[in-house]
C-alpha cells in the first residue's frame, strides 16, 4: 500500500537528506488515480511519533 510504505520510506530518506524522485512519482501518480491525499493521509513519521527526532536520533532509534 502507498500510504503505508512508500510514504514513510520518503520520508525517512528526506529526513536523511536522501532525494526520492521515483518515490515521489508513485506516490503522486498513486494519489491523482485514486483522487486521494496519499502523501498527507499515509503513515508519516508523525504519525509513528517519531516526527520530532532528527536523523541521528531515529537512527539510534531504529538500530536498537
Known amino acids: 500500500d ?7 520510506a520518503r520520508e525517512l ?6 532525494e526520492t524522485p521515483t518515490i515521489d512519482s508513485v506516490i503522486h501518480l498513486a494519489s491523482v488515480l485514486l483522487g486521494a491525499d ?3 493521509g499515509g503513515r508519516t513519521l508523525a504519525r509513528l ?3 520530532g527526532l532528527a536523523y541521528p536520533e531515529l ?3 531504529l538500530d536498537a
Request: hydrophobic share 55%.
Open 49 to 51: 511519533g517519531w516526527g
Open 13 to 18: 530518506a528526506r529526513l536523511a537528506r536522501l
Open 2 to 8: 502507498i500510504g503505508m510504505t512508500l510514504v514513510p
Open 38 to 40: 496519499l502523501a498527507g
Open 59 to 61: 537512527r539510534r532509534l
